[in-house]
């Protein structure tokens, strides 16, 4: 039997965790390659695997199923939950379905806001507005919960310092870690630890590493974290744009350097983005399982 962790306690036992994130497909019908890459990629023994929840809900079902197979792989899932659209009787069902099967760890987010929303529409019948308003509610049910936060700020912040008070709002509901959105200059994130720790943010903080193997994939990364892109990571793109071999190894290299100097300076968890790719993430563990292993006083995997 499957005896599910809170993640909370596997960040407090080590010195540093790693994890993954998947998102459920679109369409019903690719359920099962997602689902079988959610296995796959439980082989790799990561210390948890987040799954997101599509816009408006519209794969909640999928979020729900693909968490469960996670843990009865034997690895912690982190639900992803969105206020965005949704009512107090749906939130309500959606957090019943999570505890009926098992899942004890919650990403509580706001969620992005429709773009096909009218003027008039109320995008938050709950009258849960903030992810700092759905937190409370997920605390109340038991949950470990975790929250998201943007190294850059939130592309919706007015500056730097709106933005940590809003993110002090949040773990002050209740919240027991974060996780960042994406970067890919880490002195962003020494930056943004600082400020943290000024402001008596004290949770843990799990890095968000997104590998970059297409170098297409560059100004949608920039849309969704507001990330700023290295000299050196535009340089990569440039050279390689058209080697997609050579371009994939360089990101898979990139985002192994960037780990590295984290864990070097003691960043206690990353969390990589693997875009349902199982292969790259198995790469990039391979380049750090004994980094990760010294650090731990743990033996690395053959």
Known sequence: MIFPMKIIDKIN???????????????????DSVKNTAIELTSLSPDFISITYGAGGSTQSNTAELAAAVENAGTAALAHLTCVRSTREQLTESIGTFKSKGIQNILALRGDFPRDASEDENVFPSGLVHASDLVPV???AGFCVGG???????PESANRDDDIELLKKKVDAGVDFLTTQMFFDNDMLYSFLYRLQ?????????????PITNANQVSRMIDLSNAYIPRKLLSICDRFRNSPNAMRQAGIAYATDQIIDLISNGVRGIHIYTMNKPDIAREIVR????????VNGESAAK
């Open 287 to 294: 380049n750090v399982d004994s980094i990760v292993a010294a």
């Open 148 to 154: 998201a936060c943007y190294p850059e700020s939130h």
């Open 198 to 210: 000024s402001a008596g943010i004290r949770v843990p903080v799990i890095a968000g590493i997104m």
């Open 13 to 31: 036992e080590k010195k540093v965790t790693v994890s993954f994130e998947i998102f459920p497909p679109k369409k019903q019908d690719a359920f």
């Open 138 to 140: 997920l605390k109340d």
